[in-house]
Structure formats: structure tokens, C-alpha cells
């Protein structure tokens, strides 16, 4: 008996091994999930004491016609694309300048390590006393170092969004960093000679034999970023707070203000699956390409 | 010739350490001004110009931080973050696992765990508010850690397929045909040449939970009270504490920093893993 | 054989003792969470926990939140339920959301009881943020209300007297009306090396400055469009945000914006304080602070040049001017009913509001102000002032205004309303919409919003508040 339980554990063990968490996964993923699909049907406002009504696709369409999210949805994009550019170019060349042999190495890298790891709402924060633009380091610095005007970085609609951008990218290019350095020690020096002996530059070796041979693990940890990107809450909620004025709003922000500074559970999870939808859009193309160039 | 050229790699090497010295710079400065905030007195915020280094080490920072709430919330935070790992360290691994033995026609089915992280933590937390409000599980613990599974347990799983695919197959199948069960053949096999990758995840599924905001804000209420949220709350109406923001902030970015440090080769290992076999 | 028995009786004893004592021990002291928003405003309740804990048998547990947060994290927590808080502060704009959905207990028994002296009360505060559907459900914290404040010396000086009489044919005085104001603002806003009051400027000096942040800025506009008999709603729950008058009350407020400092719109409370008391402006409407902290040399420029008057209004056809200063946020206290002890919780709130108020009321630590007359007919509690004299100027001033004071919207949905209407207003503000225009968008959503919160319950909470307006002479015919 307990002979015949154990080799059935045995064949099944992938199963029995995967149960538990997929249990969890199923419930703790899907479940919300799929609940939220199902509230985005529903009016649910939970500043009236009614209670929830079936209205179909109403949210969607009322949120088709709302300005407020195209425009959310704008600056979600922005944040995403120029974050991206940004943080692949700083990552990218900064992984260029360290690829070479020298003492301390691996302490410095790893002090490159530490945004990365570090709460974004404690980044937020760093940034907020450095972005205060009467009492912070930053505009006195560009003050009196480069004799260039205080930049009213959080209180001006223009450049509020920029400054976000800004902070994030700064958190996370080194992770950027750190895929393209692990990506360059698996390109054979013998490559790296032979253009050299041949006579090319550094600038025509990193264009044409490293980008390509980095070029889908950069796309993979750029897809990483963009998803997380739309993600990006911690940030606008301690510096801007969405403003000045709706600035700083964007897709995920306004889903949250939706849901827990309004109180419209439909509305809100009607945002959510929509922008759910947006990513994995995006995902797709940039998945696409990486299976191309693989 | 050959002067020149040395010559051309000197500067090219002193151009290369000076960038990578403004790099360097750049990304340490908010820490050195958030650290040199957290040891400023009352007078020595809002002047102009700024002070860059406060008169002295006062530690009153601290002290009041950590009176006002700071120290529960590491506390809460640590409780979070810890059980959150196991759950990830334990059911992550055997969930890779599994799932290797039972797709073992190599699909990518890794990129499948990327699908939950694609979902806005939004989506996830409205409708675990609402039921953790019907189990009465609202400011609890459970409620923190279980909601933090949702996104740590895939990724855990996402780098662990990684890690294994790692792991050449013939030496799990010469334990199988010695006669190992396959349950052996993961503990005894499977699991020590999985360590230096546990690492990477151990160091993940603590930090994510540890760092976590959105799920922080809307969860907790009294009883628990993670780092995260305990911090925004010293911003008062007009007066903000920011010494004590300061000051708790430093305490809160100091398990990862150590920890990333300490186990850099290894946390790299495993970011460029996921990134290069993903 | 007896040592056992008196042994064991002895250990009965003691068991039940420490039994009795122990529970006797959790019936005494029951412990009551306050939450209230933090910083100096939480401050009050610091103070008294000591002599709270000390007369009532309960432990005290204070919950400072964050300042944009106390919406949120109230309904939030009334949402879930789990009781995490007896005692609230908040802002009355929230009083009808937690009404209609009955998060509160009514007061009226308690007060019956061991009244807490309502007529003392300003009429306003009480009837309209205290009361809903009649019943009373919260007691006064803080009785805000937005003042106009300006500069004495500057409209004392002979030479500009004589050259304000000279260029717009009246006499220079402290503005009654909104087109006065205009007027006045644009008269006092000189650039640097300019004369102003017998001085050479150093800086640009503006003749006004005004509140830009999105949380209260609306009530900016409604000093000017309520003096004009504009309000919220029309009695049929129609939005009456975009008529005629409306559009000309945000007119008269982007003009007055060319004579402000150009960050004016990004002004929250600290920065447009910071503007009239540290001398960059010659007026300001705000709320009754600058009074106090404007007479503490260590951070006023302008100590003893401060004046305090009622908010200018609007000229009706019969030559009356009508004021209408916007009681502007403001905070109550009400007991949640999740609340283990009503009848303590009650008590502590008659100590806060009733025997403890004057004092924190006239502190210059706390941000609370004075709700009741016999706080106004008290100059002599308020310290901060250099002379009797200037307290009793400052109390008089405010009580102008608090007596005349408009209410915010209480109604539930207030927090989805005054977003839409702050957006609309910043659009008109940046001139990135014509007035009309944003008003007009700022009225179809407040329809949207009615609609999806069920326009028959909104009517018929509406009805019951303006009935109450209405009773006090605050509605427009």
C-alpha cells in the first residue's frame, strides 16, 4: 500500500511538486484577476451607499471618451519610452567604460548595485529634498557651478514628468549595467582582436559586433523595464502627488486615485484591465523582436 | 608609433575613469545628502545655501524616528519580508521544479510567470482588499504576505527555471537509473548544486516585500505597520519631520545594501541569468 | 490534613483575586484610537492625553495622518471595518459620505446628557459641519475661515492715499468689493527700484497673491462667485458652476493673477503665508494664521503692519454689499460606530471642545482656530499678540468672516466634485481653457458624477442641506 503511494509520488512528482504553488499562484493571481474583470462591468461607488450596478461596458466607454485617460495614458508612455532610452543609454555606456581589468572592480560595480536594491518610496524621498527648489543641493549646485538658473524641478508642469523620469532612470540603469557587463564577458575576446588587428576603432567595435551580440539580452531587460515602467507608482505618489495640477498623472496613478481617493471600484478596475491590456501589447511587439533577432 | 598610441590609450583610459567617476558620483550623491540630512538639526534644513555637512553627528535623528513608529516598523517590515522568502525559497523551487518535470519539451514557459508582472498591482490589490476584508484578514499580517506572494513567487520561479536549466540533464537521469526516487534526486541532487542560485532568490523574495509600497499603503492600518508606509507618514500637514525621514530611511536601506554587497557576485549572477537565458 | 485545606483555600483565593483584578483591571481602562491628521494639528490632542488619561479610565492611542491622506485612509478604513479607530478628525467636506453611509454615531443623546454648550457655537460651524439631516454628528476642532489680510502701513501712507485717489477717483481703502480689489491689486504691484510707501523696492513687490494647489483652491473662487449669490448646486441638483456669474467670478480671478507673484499657482498653504509675511504682497485672502504667525518677529517682515478685514463681496442691485468668506476646510470630530466606548469617547470630545479649546485655540503651537464666541470675546488669551489692542483687532476681524462664512460642499461625493472643479479652475488659471470653457466641462462631469453615484440619493441629501441653509439665511433667491 504505502509501496504502491510511493511510486505513484514518484511519476508525479512534477504535480505533487507544483501543486502548492500553483495552488497559491491560482488563487492569489488569477483570483484577482478575474474579479477584476468582473468589477469593470459593475458601478460601484463606494461614496454613495447604493450598491453595485451591472452597467456592461459603460466604464470602458466612459473612459474612452475621458480625456483624462488619454492623456494618463500619454504620459505613462513617455515616462516608459524616454525611461527606456535613458536608462539603456546610461546602463550600456557605463557597462562599455567598466569593461576593462583593474583593481577594485567588483567593489565598484557593486556600489553601482545599490539603487536597485533600495525602496523606491526612500529614492522618492531622496529626491524630493534634492529637488526642493529653494532649499535643495541640486539647483544651488547648477546655480553656482554652471551659472544656470534654479529649475523649478517638481512645481512646473513642463518639467515635473521629466523629473520622474529622471529619478527612475537613475534607479534603475544599473541593472542595465549589470546585463550588459555579464553580456560582454560572454563575447570571445577573440572577436574583440581580430577588429582591433584589423584596425577598427572603439566606436566601430562597439557598434558593430557588440551591440548586435548584446542586442537581445538588452531587448529582454528592456521589456523587464518597460513592464515594470508602467508599474511606477511609489514615485509620483511622494514627489508630485499627480500634480502639479494632472502633470504627473499617469495611467497606473490615475487607476490608483480612481480606486482609493474616489472610491469608484469599477472605474478603477476598468483602468486597470485596460492598461493590463496596453502592456501586454507593448510586451508583444518587443517579444516579437526578440525572438527575430534570436 | 607605438608612444603615440600609448599615448592615445592613456588618455582614452583617463577620459573612460573620469566618466565612470561622474557616474559615480551621480549615483552616490542622494545617498551622501539623504545620510547628511539624517544627521542635520532643526535649523540646518531650509537654509540657503544648503548645507552639505551638518556641524555634527547628531543622532536625535534617529532616536525620534525610531520613537515615532520606526522601530515596529522594521520590525512589521522584517516579519513581511522574512516569511515571504521562505514561501518563495520553498514553494519557488519545488514550484520550478515541477514545472520543469512536467513541460520537459523545453517550452519557454518561464516567460509565462513575466505575464503576472504585467498585471498592474492595482488589478491585484482592489480585489484582495475586498476579500481579505471578508476573512477579516485586513491589517494583518497574512494579508501583507500573502498579497507580496503574488508577485515574488513567480519571479522566484522565473529565475529558478533558469538556474536549472543549468543543470545538465544526464546527471539527473545517471541518479535515476542508480535508483534514486525522484524526490531524492531533488534533495540530494538538485538542491546543492542549486545553492548559488538560491541566493539570488532568497535575496529577491526578501527585498521586493521589504521595499514594497502600494500593497503596504492600502493594507495596513494600525496593527502592522511596514517601513514603507511608516515613512510618508512623517510628512505631516506643514511640519515635515524630514531628519526623521532621513533618518528612518537609512536604517531601512541598510539590510539590502550590506546584503547586496556582501553577495554581489552572486545577486549579479543571478540578475544577468534571468536576463540572458530569459 | 488543615495545612492542605487552608492552603488550598488560600490558593482559591488568590486565583480569584487575580481573576477578579484582572478583569476589573480590562474593565477600567478601555484603550481608544484617535486618528486625526498630523503635525501641528494633532498637537491638541498631544498635549491633553496626559490629563485625559489621568480623569477617564481610558489609554489614549494617537494616528497622525498624513495631511492628503485623511480621506483616503478614513474611507478606507470605514470601508474595511476593522475598527481601528474610535475618535476621528476630519474635514467637513467628508461629514455627508460618513453620514449616508452611517460610519458615525449621532451626538444628540450625548449632548443631552452632558451638553457641550452649542450655542456657544458659531452659527456656521455648527449648523453646517456639525449637522446633517438635523441630527448632530461631530463637534468643532477648528474653526477655519479665510480672512483678507493686508498691509496697514501701506494703505495708512499719505503719499499713496493721495496718488490712489489721483489715478482711480476713490478714496484707498482696504477693498469691499472684488472690482476694488482689482483695482488696488494693480495699483500695489511695483517692480524692483520703484517707490512704494516712501522705500525703494529691492524685489518685485505684487498687490496680491492667492491659494494655486489643487486640494483648496476652489474656495478662492467661491469667496468671489457665492458673494455673487453663486453656489453649488441649483435646488434640482443641477450644477450651477458654469452660469454667467460663474464664469465672471473666474474672470475677476485670472485678472487679479497679473498682479500676483508668477509662482502663484504652485502656492499651497506654507507658500502663500510665507508671501504676505515675509513682505512680498500687499494683500492676501487666506486663512487666520497670518495673523498669528505674522506677529512673531522671528519669521514676520510685516509685525504690527497687519490688517485684517472681511472678504471683499459683491455689490447686489438694492447697494448692499453681500460677503460670502468661504469656510475653507475646517475640522470636526465625530465617534465611530465601531467606537468600544461611546459615552468616554463623548467625554473626551466635550473636553477637547469645550473646556480645553480656548487654550489651543490661542496657542501659537497648535494650527487650530477659534469656533466659538466666547473664544472671540476673549482677546486676552491669545498671546502671541504684543497688546490687547492688536488681539481684539485680529478676533474681531476673524469673527466677520466666521459669521458670515459659506460652507464647502459636505455632501458625499465632495472629494470626486472639487477635484473635477480644481482641475477645471487650474485649466482657466493657466489659461490653457477659457473660463467658460472649463466651467462648462467642470458641469457635465459633476453630472456624470451625480449620475453614478445615484442622482435621486444625491438629490434628496442636497435638499436636506440647502433646507438647512435656507433656514439660515444662506441661500439665494
Known sequence: MLGHMRQWANRNIGGLFLAPSFLIIILICAFPLIYSIYMSFFSWELASPLPKRFIGVENYLNIFQDSRFWFSLLRSIYIVGIGAILQMVLGFSLGIL???????????????????????????FMWKMIYSEQYGPLNYILNVVFYLKSVPWLSNTSVALLSIVIANSWEWFPLILLVTMGGLQNIPDDYIHAAQIDGASGWQITRWIIIPLLAPVLLTITLIRVIED????????????????????????????????????????????????????????????????? | MKTLKAKKKKINTFVAFLLIGIFLLVTLFPFFWMISTSFKIKGEFFTRPPIFIPDR?????????????????????????????????????????????????????????????????????????????????????????????????????WLLLGFLEDIPIPIEEAALIDGCSKFQVFSH?????????????????????????????????????????????????????????????????????????????????????????? | MLRWRIFSLFLVCFVFTVMVSGAAWNQVRVTLNIACDGGANIAPFEWLKDQIEAELPVNIVLHSLPFEEVYSKLKTEFVAETGAYDIVVFFPKMLGDFVINDYLLPLDGFNEKLS?????????????????????????????????????????????QAAFQEKYGYELQPPE??????????????????????????????????????????????????????????????????????????????????????????????????????????????WTDVGRVGSNPTVSQVVGKIGVGLVPGFQLPDGNILHRPVLAAGRVMSITKTCKAPELAFEILRLMALDASLAYVSSSYAGMDPFRISHF?????????????????????????????YPELTMQGSAQYMDILSLALSQALAKQKTPQEALDWAASEWNKITDSLGRDIQKQYYQSLIQSWKENGYWFD
Open chain 1, 230 to 294: 508602467f508599474k511606477l507608482f511609489d514615485l509620483i505618489y511622494v514627489l508630485t502627488h499627480g500634480g502639479p495640477g494632472m502633470s504627473t498623472e499617469t495611467l497606473n496613478y490615475l487607476t490608483y486615485l480612481k480606486g482609493f481617493k474616489f472610491f469608484s471600484f469599477g472605474y478603477s478596475s476598468a483602468l486597470s484591465i485596460l492598461q493590463m491590456i496596453v502592456v501586454i501589447g507593448i510586451a508583444a511587439i518587443l517579444v516579437k523582436k526578440i525572438l527575430i533577432k534570436d
Open chain 3, 116 to 160: 457641550v454648550k452649542t450655542d456657544d457655537i458659531v452659527l456656521p460651524v455648527l449648523e453646517f459641519y456639525c449637522k446633517a439631516n438635523n441630527k448632530l454628528y461631530a463637534l468643532p476642532y477648528d474653526g477655519d475661515v479665510l480672512a483678507m489680510w493686508y498691509r496697514k502701513d501701506l494703505f495708512e501712507n499719505p503719499e499713496e
Open chain 3, 377 to 405: 470675546e476673549t482677546p486676552e488669551a491669545f498671546g502671541m499678540f504684543s497688546s490687547y489692542e492688536e488681539a481684539k483687532e485680529y478676533l474681531d476681524g476673524v469673527r466677520l468672516n466666521i459669521e458670515l462664512g
Open chain 1, 98 to 124: 567598466l569593461n576593462r581589468e583593474f583593481k577594485g572592480r567588483n567593489i565598484l560595480t557593486s556600489f553601482f548595485l545599490i539603487p536597485v536594491v533600495i525602496s523606491p518610496v526612500v529614492i522618492a
Open chain 2, 57 to 157: 553627528f547628531n543622532f536625535d535623528a534617529y532616536r525620534a524616528a525610531l520613537r515615532s513608529g520606526g522601530q515596529k516598523a522594521l520590525i512589521d517590515s522584517f516579519i513581511i519580508a522574512f516569511i515571504s522568502m521562505c514561501i518563495a525559497l520553498i514553494l519557488g523551487t519545488m514550484g520550478a521544479y515541477g514545472l520543469r518535470e512536467l513541460l520537459k519539451k523545453g517550452k519557454n514557459y518561464g516567460f509565462w510567470m513575466l505575464i503576472i508582472e504585467m498585471m498592474p498591482p492595482i488589478a491585484v490589490v482592489l480585489p484582495l482588499f475586498i476579500l481579505f476584508k471578508y476573512v477579516h484578514l485586513l491589517d494583518t499580517y497574512p494579508a501583507l504576505i500573502l498579497g507580496n506572494t503574488v508577485f515574488v513567487l513567480p519571479f522566484a520561479i
Open chain 3, 177 to 286: 468689493t472684488w472690482d476694488q480689489w482689482l483695482d488696488i491689486a494693480e495699483f500695489f504691484t511695483r517692480k524692483k527700484g520703484e517707490n512704494l510707501a516712501g522705500e525703494v523696492l529691492e524685489e518685485d513687490f505684487y498687490g496680491c497673491a492667492t491659494y494655486g494647489q489643487r486640494d483648496f483652491m476652489y474656495a478662492w473662487w467661491f469667496n468671489r462667485y457665492a458673494s455673487m449669490g453663486g453656489s453649488y448646486f441649483d435646488e434640482n441638483l443641477n450644477p450651477m458652476i458654469n452660469t454667467p456669474e460663474a464664469i465672471q467670478a473666474l474672470e475677476n480671478w485670472v485678472a487679479s493673477l497679473q498682479y500676483s507673484p508668477p509662482e502663484v499657482l504652485t502656492y499651497g498653504f506654507d507658500e502663500l503665508q510665507a508671501a504676505f509675511i515675509s513682505g512680498r504682497c500687499a494683500m492676501e485672502i487666506n
Open chain 2, 189 to 278: 541532487i538538485i538542491l546543492p548544486l542549486l545553492r548559488s542560485g538560491l541566493i539570488p532568490v532568497a535575496f529577491f523574495s526578501f527585498i521586493l516585500p521589504w521595499n514594497e509600497f502600494l500593497m503596504a499603503l492600502v493594507f495596513s492600518r494600525t496593527k502592522v505597520t511596514p517601513l514603507t508606509v511608516v515613512i510618508p507618514s512623517l510628512v505631516m500637514s506643514d511640519t515635515v519631520a524630514w531628519e526623521q525621514v532621513a533618518g528612518l530611511s537609512v536604517m531601512a536601506i541598510i539590510p539590502p545594501v550590506i546584503v547586496a554587497m556582501v553577495f554581489q557576485r552572486y545577486i549579479i549572477r543571478g540578475l544577468t541569468f534571468g536576463a540572458v537565458k530569459g
